[in-house]
């Protein structure tokens, strides 16, 4: 990312199912706007692998209480500053702000970016208010080209293919890539602070 001295605005950060890991805060200590982040759980946690994380994802409430969360921080944020939002959500994460960024007000995400968010597959018809950008993986259990056509019919999507599996930026993750990780990183920096400076 380049350093430029300007003040890059408020970043949400929506974690996985693994929650905010290390390499996830990690990933994003070079950006230099305030920094929220978000996680399905109270608390973090350390998963020895992706089902166990699933089914304690699923304990928790799973999408629906993320979702609750995701919604009471964005109405906190509004209430608390007129700066509008970049957002990010990984997974589960970009599930929940796919779905929230159909009901927000205008103007409260300047953009969004989801990393393959699966479960947007059960919510295809919602209409995100903000220019959201979607960034698809491999997966083994649904038609992730046809699910991505049918969300590019949707104002404000785009959609984007990768090579890797669903979870590649995560080190946690049984699809973990690290050179995939690694080149998705710096283009989603970059592609944030362009969104920052448009």
Known sequence: MRNNHRQQ????????????????????RLWRGPLLWLSPY??????QHDEQAYRYFLQQGGLDSYRQKLQQLLQSHAQS?????????????????????????PGLIKQAF???????????????KCPTSM??????????KALAQTVAATANVSSSFCQYGHGFINPASAQYHK???????????????LACNS
């Open 9 to 28: 605005l408020p970043l949400l950060v929506c974690s996985d199912i693994f929650g905010l890991t290390p390499a996830l805060q990690a990933m994003f």
């Open 42 to 47: 109270q608390q973090s946690h350390q998963f």
């Open 81 to 105: 500053s007129s700066a509008p939002l970049l957002a990010v959500g990984f997974s589960a994460g970009a599930a929940a702000l796919w779905c929230e960024a159909a009901d927000i007000e």
């Open 114 to 128: 989801c990393f393959y968010g699966g479960q947007i597959r059960f919510y295809p018809e919602l209409q995100p």
């Open 135 to 144: 960034m698809w993986a491999k997966e083994s259990h649904f038609d992730v």
């Open 179 to 193: 050179q995939g990780a690694a080149f998705y990183q710096r283009w989603l920096l970059q592609q944030l602070t």
